[in-house]
């Protein structure tokens, strides 16, 4: 096992209101010596105030849909590794260390951070071992974990389903049976300022409801339409966009 090759990553954010959120991220991470470029993956009409060059890329697609705009980035990628992050998430260099440290091993097709317990629930903390344990064995890995993906595997399995919901679960699927994953410290910190906005248990309960729906052979169009139902009741500011199902797409 060659553990001296070095792996060089293509950091992949998705936006769509937060385009400027997105570049700073981009601008910051760019200039970092492990990280070949970074793709913002926007959505056409939503294109960012600043020129983009170097190594900092911007590319547009024709709505949003997380699945959509991380598969658009991916093909404009080219570093070994894909790393898909949200932009409400907090990356930091100790993340990136320990991707670049893990993935020179190639037996690992991919994985994601742990999850890091916040003050959403503050009297779950303690069940954190629990969930660091489900994941690390046989448990789903979500968006919000910063999944990463080697590029020829990501090839090699199709991208994401090009789905309005779900886009993650459904990969994680994929991705458990190709090959081998590693769920790596330090944990990822997701900001929970939107989840307790809406309420912190009835996001939960509702999040839950929806993946054991989409687990029994529920549409993930129809949780999508039921979901952005649900949100525009509590936020008539909301913009949900209407989807039609498409065919997974091949990478090149």
């Avoid at 991470?29 to 990280?35: E, K, P």
């Avoid at 489900?134 to 993906?149: E, K, N, P, W």
């Avoid at 590029?151 to 459904?170: K, N, S």
């Avoid at 500011?237 to 997974?248: A, C, H, N």
Wanted: charged share 25%; glycine share 8%; hydrophobic share 40%.
């Amino acid at each position: 096992m060659d553990r001296s090759r070095e792996v060089s990553i293509s950091l992949i954010i998705p936006c769509w209101h937060d385009v400027e959120v997105a570049l700073e991220l981009g601008r910051l991470w760019s200039r970092h010596a492990l990280v070949r470029e970074v793709i913002i993956a926007g959505v056409s009409g939503h294109a960012p105030s600043s020129i983009i060059e170097g190594r900092l890329k911007f590319c547009s697609a024709d709505r949003p849909g997380r699945g959509l705009q991380f598969n658009l980035g991916a093909r404009a990628a080219s570093g070994d590794v894909l790393l898909f992050h949200h932009v409400d998430s907090e990356l930091t260099e100790a993340h990136l260390l320990s991707l670049h440290q893990t993935m020179r091993d190639p037996k690992f097709v991919g994985g994601a951070f742990y999850r890091k317990f916040d003050e959403r629930h503050p009297h779950l903390r303690w069940a954190e071992p629990i969930e660091r344990w489900h994941s690390r064995t046989f448990g789903t890995l979500y968006g919000d974990q910063s999944i990463f993906v080697r590029r020829r595997d990501f090839i090699r399995l199709g991208g994401f389903a090009p789905v309005p919901l779900m886009e993650d679960v459904e990969l994680s699927r994929r991705l458990r049976r190709a090959g081998p994953i590693a769920l790596l410290d330090p944990p990822m910190s997701t900001s929970p300022a939107r989840q307790i906005a809406h309420g912190a248990w009835r996001t939960t309960g509702r999040n839950m409801l929806f993946l054991f729906l989409f687990q029994l052979g529920v549409s993930p169009y129809l949780l999508h339409s039921w979901y952005y139902r649900h949100i525009t009741q509590r936020d008539p500011k909301s913009d949900p966009m209407q989807y039609e199902p498409e065919t997974l797409p091949t990478l090149k």
